[in-house]
């Protein structure tokens, strides 16, 4: 279950007391359940419970925080589903994936604090960044091998990661800026991904 943080808050992350940010009511009750694990990353953090949930949540590098190593990355390894619970795929994290294994050129940072020893220490976390609007071409990539049903009065699709990497991966590496909205069509998050593959060649 994502449990982000965001990062760019006073005070560093700690994995029993930062709330999530933007996540909705689900991800913010899921990782205070008992026996549920939440991993160290200060921003795009993850929770899980049951059988895997210590491989999932296990230490990751800080960027990229949604390639192979990573939890999204480790779902992906170990042959899991992704269940989208009331949200569409703008928020379907195990896109980012598909933009780190297609080697996406575009880069934004932000910054989190962390605890270090006995003090804080602000790090920088770089990955693809974007409005993520475009990711609802999965609806079209995914096609049959996504199913759609509801939940309570949630709209649900469920995927396997493997389609997901499958039918992105070859579709983002031919098109690397396909997921971003057109360049000055007024989305100012992915004019600032367009503009990061300039100044970094
Ligand atoms: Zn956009």
């Given at each position: 279950m994502p449990s982000m943080t965001?990062?760019?808050?006073?005070e560093p992350y700690d994995p029993v007391r930062t709330p999530t940010s933007d996540m909705g009511v689900l991800a913010e009750t899921f990782w205070r359940l008992p026996g549920v694990l939440r991993g160290d990353?200060?921003?795009s953090t993850f929770a899980a419970v049951g059988r895997f949930a210590e491989r999932i949540v296990a230490p990751q590098p800080l960027?990229?925080?949604?390639?192979?190593?990573?939890p999204i990355g480790r779902v992906y390894e170990l042959g899991g589903s992704v269940l989208l619970l009331g949200v569409g795929h703008d928020a379907n994290t195990t896109m980012h994936l598909v933009e780190d294994l297609a080697g996406v050129p575009y880069r934004g940072e932000h910054w989190a604090l962390v605890s270090h020893g006995d003090g804080v220490r602000k790090v920088t976390i770089s990955e693809p960044d974007h409005?993520?609007?475009?990711?609802?071409a999965a609806d079209d990539w995914l096609g049959d091998a996504q199913r759609l049903g509801t939940v309570g009065n949630a709209q649900a699709r469920l995927f396997s990661a493997a389609d997901l990497v499958r039918v992105g991966v070859p579709r983002v590496t031919a098109d690397p800026t396909v997921l971003l909205c057109r360049q000055g069509s007024g989305c100012m998050e992915c004019d600032v991904a367009h503009a990061s593959i300039v100044s970094t060649g």
């Open positions: 965001g990062g760019g808050r006073p990353h200060p921003s960027s990229p925080p949604h390639g192979l190593d990573s409005c993520c609007q475009g990711f609802d």
